[in-house]
């Protein structure tokens, strides 16, 4: 399997130069075609914003373009948060939207000003929020945008980005997060960072998969998904439904290193059907203390990731 993706990597390479070896990079992370599909409709938007600035507008509003279609759209922000192309909603064009949040008061376009405000003249990032998808139902739904700063000829930053309706979990999602949230605990100690991870809105939560906390003791200290439970947790003996205790197998595993992946068998959530659970676990340590930083999910797909 390596050699055949080398090889493709060799091939794009040669075809388009290092935009091409750049492109495929950014893609070979992701396991779902719709996924790669979004980023390379988005880095291809990109592209020509950086080629003809704010007249490639004009072209991201034809229907039936690809660019505008029925299955993708593009959305066109500058750093101030106000919006500059949207082709769904015009009136939102030219207004300050940098205060506006979803259903869960998650600032959705301050989120997306955020990827601009990073060095690289190419940053990428998602996000996901709750939106209202009025043309299927009226109740929010789980959306996830890939943004992509753009510069253009004279100089203006834009962030341009495109966005799916409950769209798969990616592994990189997950591990992205929960990375994330392990440098946050750093940064900010214990109780600051707790007090935003315990945070449904928190950005760093995927979808409804929630990042979750537990100390040394194997007592659960962050846990959105039941913001209302009291009572703490102890979840040392922990087993699957085919009796792996998995908490045991956490703590061996990082004895000697500081992240690793776990499948576990757990019933789907919303029904009872049994569901192979990937779980992506940091250990991060401060102040003297010792956290597990997790989130799992299911994969759209049989678990044959490594």
């Not at 990079?25 to 988005?42: C, F, I, P, Q, W």
């Not at 039936?64 to 029925?70: C, I, Q, T």
């Amino acid at each position: 399997m390596k050699t055949i993706i080398s090889g493709v990597a060799v091939l794009l390479f040669l075809a388009g130069g290092v935009a091409g070896a750049r492109d495929w990079d950014k893609l070979s992370g992701y396991m779902y075609e719709d996924t790669r599909e979004l980023v390379a409709l988005v880095e291809d938007a990109a592209a020509v914003i950086e080629q003809k600035g704010a007249a490639a507008f004009g072209e991201f509003g034809v229907k039936n373009s690809k660019w505008f279609n029925g299955r993708h759209y593009l959305f066109v922000y500058d750093l101030d948060g106000t919006c500059r192309f949207h082709p769904i909603e015009p009136a939102l064009v030219g207004q300050d939207l940098l205060k506006f949040k979803d259903f869960d008061k998650r600032p959705v376009i301050a989120l997306i000003t955020a990827v601009g405000k990073s060095p690289e003249p190419d940053a990428g990032g998602w996000i996901f929020y709750l939106w209202e998808d009025s043309w299927k139902s009226p109740v929010p739904r789980w959306k996830s945008s890939y943004v992509r700063k753009a510069i253009a000829p004279d100089g203006a930053v834009y962030l341009v980005g495109s966005g799916l309706y409950n769209m798969k979990i990616e592994r990189v999602f997950v591990q992205d997060r929960v990375d994330k949230a392990a440098a946050l605990i750093l940064a900010k100690g214990r109780d600051a960072a707790f007090a935003e991870l315990r945070d449904r809105a928190c950005p760093l939560h995927v979808l409804d998969t929630y990042i979750t906390v537990a100390d040394s003791r194997a007592d659960v200290v962050v846990d959105p998904s039941f913001p209302m439970l009291a009572k703490k947790r102890n979840i040392a003996n922990f087993h699957d439904m085919t009796g792996r205790f998995i908490t045991r197998e956490i703590s061996d595993g990082l004895k000697d290193k500081d992240s690793l992946w776990l499948v576990y068998s757990w019933p789907k959530e919303g029904g009872n059907r049994l569901a192979r659970h990937m779980l992506y676990v940091r250990k991060v340590t401060t102040g003297g203390e010792t956290f597990f930083v997790s989130a799992d999910f299911v994969p759209a797909t049989p678990v044959w990731m490594k």
